[in-house]
């Protein structure tokens, strides 16, 4: 089974700026499997990215995923208060899936 | 548009049984793959069980093998946990999440049902 580590566990940053997020594997993801959610409080998951690098319907362009093999990434390119949430990714190439156990992002 | 409702949480005496319900619409269900995934109070996310579209594929966490069944039922557009022998540590809310056209990664989510082990 794959275990995906995120890193930084919690962050603080100010609007404009740009993050990256990391999710590393303990073995290769087949076809690049990987997903990204944004969780913010008292709501359900809402899928950012799959296939590494592809945005889901309506996730605007300031959201890019990229990454193979073991190292992936989230990037804000540009951050906003409404940003503010929990990130996490998840595998899906292998069996089982699974998440990572998420990074928090604060807007200061 | 997609919606998925889930109902049948609730507080329950550990060793207890419980039946989640996931009403979908919106979207051809019997073609997508389903999952359960829970998330404890203020914890991550964690994978239950998924099921493929005609049933003949069911998978499960090693947390709750043996204990819980996934079930769906294409002509009304529902799927289904059966937990028995509930345990304290299976306290969490229960979301039921829709597989993507291309992989099983989760494009769409309910709002989750809270199920309680307590005694």
């Known amino acids: 089974e794959i275990v995906l580590t995120q890193s930084p566990g919690t962050l603080s940053l100010s609007s404009g700026e740009r993050v990256t997020l990391s999710c590393r594997a303990t073995?290769?993801?087949?076809?690049?499997?990987l997903a990204w959610y944004q969780q913010k409080p008292g709501q359900a998951p809402r899928l950012l990215i799959y296939?590494?690098?592809s945005r889901a319907t309506g996730i605007p362009d300031r959201f890019s995923g990229s990454g193979s093999g073991t190292d992936f990434t989230l990037t804000i390119s540009r951050l906003e208060p409404e940003d503010s949430a929990v990130y996490y990714c998840?595998?899906?190439?292998?069996?089982?899936?699974?998440f990572g156990q998420g990074t928090r992002l604060e807007i200061k | 548009e997609v919606q998925l409702v889930e109902s049948g949480g609730g507080l329950v005496q550990p060793g207890r049984s419980l039946r989640l319900s996931c009403a979908a619409s919106?979207?051809?269900?019997?073609?997508?793959?389903m999952y359960w995934v829970r998330q404890a109070p203020g914890k991550g996310l964690e994978w239950v069980s998924g099921?493929?579209?005609?049933?003949?594929?069911?998978e499960y966490a090693d947390s709750v093998r043996g204990r819980f069944t996934i079930s769906r039922d294409n002509a009304k557009n529902s799927l289904y946990l059966q937990m028995d022998s509930l345990r304290v540590e299976d306290t969490a809310l229960y979301y039921c999440?829709?597989?993507?056209?291309?992989?099983?990664?989760?494009?769409?989510w309910g709002q989750g049902t809270l199920v309680t082990v307590s005694s």
């Open positions: 999440a829709k597989t993507g056209p291309s992989g099983h990664y989760f494009d769409y």
């Open positions: 919106g979207f051809g269900f019997g073609g997508y793959a």
């Open positions: 099921i493929r579209w005609n049933s003949d594929t069911t």
């Open positions: 073995q290769s993801v087949r076809s690049s499997s």
């Open positions: 296939g590494a690098s």
């Open positions: 998840q595998a899906y190439g292998n069996s089982p899936i699974t």
